[in-house]
């Protein structure tokens, strides 16, 4: 993550001040919660300096960085319906190292992601994902920003892995290893955090319908007890889907989602203003 690291101490001398990093969470459809969250700190002037993504949280983050607004955003997210995302899925037969080959998901990513390479960006941008073999964290900050997203959304057992170029190495989701990744902006040196966890804990009240439910739902199983262990130091948490049932492929939902994201950062906005002021950001 030497490009990251480096872009944001670049940062730091042009602007003067402690950054605000905005680290954006694991969840599949869940995501739809990231847009109402970023539409409310846009509206209300937080700076984002930075941004981190795992799986659903680094394409929404790519998207906001390479121009989309979370107004428009949010228009998109309500236009897609189940259907939309059903053409989008190129199924192998027979499945072998995935359900889903990934290749017609990649042609949608090259209309909405305009800018090739993550270094292009304006602003310091890092998706996560998993080496499938290694176990290892992957952090995504510089290359193409169609590959490196590939990977960081690629869920086990649903995608086929996707290849690192350079490497040769097998790359899963990010929410394996680091579902809200928050810790790529401490170790980048980013004074405040801000973390979107959209997780769902277990619940029992709805039984997975088919083998994608039940491989989406594994993941948010480990991701939700990774997080829980993890240590977020002094990071502003947001949990916009807490004690709602949102599935991982309910996109359709999406209003719903949003307002849900816009509501918990509007309840968060003093905590997140008073940070600000004490570090004299604002």
Do not use: Y
């Amino acid at each position: 993550m030497e490009t990251f690291v480096a872009r944001v101490n670049e940062q730091k001398k042009q602007l003067k001040r402690p950054l605000v990093g905005l680290a954006l969470g694991s969840g599949a459809a869940r995501g739809m919660a990231h847009i109402g969250v970023l539409q409310v700190l846009f509206e209300e002037d937080i700076p984002i300096d930075c941004i981190t993504g795992t799986s659903i949280g680094s394409l929404v983050g790519a998207m906001i960085l390479s121009g989309w607004t979370p107004q428009f955003l949010g228009r998109f997210a309500r236009a897609v319906g189940k259907e939309h995302m059903v053409s989008a899925l190129d199924f192998v037969i027979p499945p072998k190292t995935g359900l889903i080959n990934g290749n017609r998901i990649k042609v949608l990513l090259e209309r909405v992601l305009k800018i090739k390479n993550i270094e292009e960006l304006p602003k310091p941008f890092a998706a996560v994902s998993t080496d499938i073999a290694t176990g290892e964290r992957v952090v995504h900050d510089r290359g193409s920003l169609l590959e490196g997203i590939r990977a960081s959304i690629s869920v086990p057992g649903v995608f086929v892995p996707a290849e690192e170029r350079e490497s040769g190495r097998l790359l899963v989701d990010g929410g394996v290893v680091d579902p809200v990744p928050l810790d790529v902006l401490v170790e980048a040196g980013v004074e405040i955090q801000i973390g979107v966890n959209i997780l769902r804990k277990p619940d029992t009240a709805e039984k997975p319908k088919d083998v994608i439910d039940i491989l989406l739902n594994s993941i948010d199983i480990m991701g939700a007890q990774i997080f829980e262990l993890k240590s977020t130091g002094k990071a502003i948490v947001l949990e916009p889907l807490l004690g709602h049932r949102f599935g991982s492929m309910d996109f359709h939902k999406a209003e719903p989602m949003i307002e849900l994201g816009r509501k918990c950062a509007l309840e968060k906005l003093p905590e997140i203003k008073e940070r600000l002021r004490s570090e004299g950001v604002l």
